[in-house]
């Protein structure tokens, strides 16, 4: 059974990089079909998909957040990575690491891919 475990430090300054890093066990990151995700949830408010990087490497974004996002992958360690630039703290909030079942990148941007989670790590924004 695929486990996801999110890394990283849970507070960042403001106009800083805040970096996560999601390592997987049970699976490889590089099968086929599988989309690995970032979503966040800001304390109040509903979870936001931010972005994924695909079995092939290649990445997508949501349009709000990808002039900061970048995601990237380990595959020797079977892990991916986000990176937010420019932090505020609009930013704070529950960030979780995901794995999304899809034949197309079109289902995970949508929201409709088959998900399974991380169990999430507080980041906090803040001097």
């Known amino acids: 059974q695929v486990q996801l475990q999110e890394s990283g430090p849970g507070l960042v300054k403001p106009s800083q990089t805040l970096s996560l890093t999601c390592t997987v066990s049970g699976g490889s990151i590089t099968t086929n079909y599988y989309y690995w995700s970032w979503i966040r949830q800001p304390p109040g408010k509903g979870l936001e998909w931010m972005g994924a990087i695909a079995y092939s490497g290649s990445t997508y974004y949501s349009p709000s957040l990808k002039s900061r996002t970048s995601i990237s992958r380990d595959t020797s360690k079977n892990q991916f990575t986000l990176q937010l630039s420019s932090v505020t703290p609009e930013d704070t909030a529950v960030y979780y690491c995901?794995?999304?079942?899809?034949?197309?990148?079109?289902?995970?941007?949508?929201?409709?891919?088959?998900?399974?989670w991380g169990q999430g790590t507080q980041v906090t924004v803040s001097s």
């Open positions: 995901a794995r999304d079942e899809a034949r197309e990148s079109s289902t995970v941007v949508a929201g409709s891919a088959r998900r399974y």
